[in-house]
């Protein structure tokens, strides 16, 4: 392995699932400035997710769509068959 490839700065990190608040404590390297209390007490920077494995319909098997801007309803409205 080449040596200084990997960062060496990893800290603990709080990743939290905006669309159904989920929140689970990792490593990364990632900035952050935003900061929340964790559950054993401590305050860790606060990385927000659009998207998890606890939201993604791969892995919860249900066929959700996440549409925050009408992008579904415009494609099939745009591709839709003229009668």
């Known amino acids: 392995m080449k040596k200084g490839l990997h960062p060496e700065n990893y800290r603990f990190v709080v990743f939290k699932d905006m669309s159904n608040g989920y929140s689970f404590l990792s490593r990364s ?3 952050s400035k935003e ?3 964790w559950e054993d007490g401590n305050e860790y920077p606060l990385i927000k997710l659009e998207i998890s494995n606890t939201s ?4 919860t098997g249900q066929n959700v769509l996440v549409d925050t801007a009408g992008r579904i309803d ?3 409205k745009r591709y839709e068959k003229k009668k």
């Open 56 to 59: 993604h319909p791969f892995f």
């Open 35 to 37: 900061t929340i209390k």
């Open 74 to 76: 415009k494609f099939k």
């Open 29 to 31: 390297t990632s900035p």
